[in-house]
């Protein structure tokens, strides 16, 4: 049976009867937009096959200390196998339903946005991440089955769709989710032993290289000319969607599904609870551990000045430089 859930959003439509370009830079990444589309049925290589062992981790690199863990090593091979093909369905779950939530936003921004060019733009962003739903989801279905969103991601796409002001929804989807997502598609390239998901992520990274663009080229001409309320109203909002999945309570979050799959494959919780706070929980491995936010995302917002000495200290309470 289909699940559907409604959200309320507040949204402004703006008609445009001026048809010339008037921000170039737009206009040629529409071009450029244009150039570069791909057919999620005929593009990509359905007819090789997936080694669930081999699909790999998606967000460190190809090294994960999960697999170093002693009640790991004492798994029967075929439950790592079962292990692995759930946690990587997991993983890639969460970036299918953060498509759909950017094919949602990029519907939007054609109808909000002011100018020709951005909504040429952003009218193929909306093909493109329809494209993304496309792809995902066949290849989540191969290896195990589509897992249900996280709630601190499901939280930040609602408040990216239900934003009173386009340059929020802008700065929340093409800045920060977009970047965390072609950072981590850079991880996952790195990462995986799949042929097939290697050119899946190649292929989407490739575009979600231009939808950052576009808020970046969007947003240093528009945030400068904004009122200095509803600026900070945009600064604050970017700090909110960090702190969303950069908080401390994301980390709790992230760990509830995992310890129910090891449970759902025979592992000792507790032990395995005990092991990963004693091996992981340290200040050393703490420091070690690749910070997507702190890579991708906070260049991405100092770019287009949106890190103020005003919200400067919310970042660095989340652990991240500034």
Same mark, same amino acid.
């Given at each position: ?157 609602? +408040?990216?769709?239900?934003?009173? %002001?386009?340059? *929020?929804?802008? @700065? &929340?989807?093409? /800045? ?5 997502? =072609? ?69 709790? +979050?992230?760990?509830?599904?995992? %310890?129910?799959? *090891?449970?759902? @494959? &025979?592992?000792? /919780? ?5 092991? =990963? ?46």
């Amino acid at each position: 049976m289909a699940t559907l859930e409604e959200i309320v959003t507040p949204l402004k439509t703006l008609w445009r009867f001026d048809y010339d370009s008037n921000v170039k830079a737009l206009r040629d990444l529409y071009e450029l937009a244009k150039k570069e589309q791909w057919n999620a049925a005929t593009d990509v290589p359905w007819e090789l096959e997936t080694d669930p062992a081999r699909v790999g981790t998606l967000d460190m690199g190809g090294e994960d200390p999960i697999l170093e863990m002693d009640f790991i090593k004492e798994l029967p091979e075929d439950k790592r196998v079962d292990l692995a093909k759930r946690r990587s369905a997991w993983q890639l779950s969460q970036f299918l339903h953060g498509e759909q939530g950017a094919m949602l936003c990029a519907g939007q921004l054609v109808e909000t946005v002011p100018d020709m060019d951005g909504k040429f733009y952003a009218s193929t962003q909306v093909i493109d991440e329809a494209r993304h739903v496309e792809v995902f989801h066949r290849y989540v279905k191969r290896l195990d089955r589509v897992y249900p969103i996280m709630p601190n991601l499901k939280a930040l796409l609602n +408040a990216v769709l239900g934003a009173e %002001l386009w340059q *929020m929804k802008c @700065v &929340g989807m093409q /800045v920060i989710a977009e970047s965390l997502a =072609m950072g981590s598609f850079k991880m996952m390239k790195k990462g995986t032993g799949d042929e097939l998901l290697r050119q899946i992520v190649e292929l989407t990274a490739q575009d979600e290289a231009r939808h950052v663009s576009y808020g970046l080229i969007y947003m240093k001409e528009e945030l400068p000319k904004m009122a200095e309320d509803e600026r900070n109203a945009v600064e604050d909002f970017a700090l909110a969607g960090v702190g969303l999945l950069a908080g401390p309570d994301n980390e709790a +979050a992230l760990g509830a599904p995992l %310890l129910q799959m *090891m449970g759902e @494959v &025979g592992i000792d /919780v507790d032990v395995a609870v005990a092991e =990963m706070a004693a091996k992981l929980a340290t200040p050393e491995a703490r420091a070690s551990r690749f910070n997507p936010f702190q890579e991708y995302v906070v260049p991405q917002l100092k770019r287009i000045d949106l890190i103020t000495e005003r919200t400067a200290p919310g970042y660095r309470a989340m652990g991240l430089e500034v």
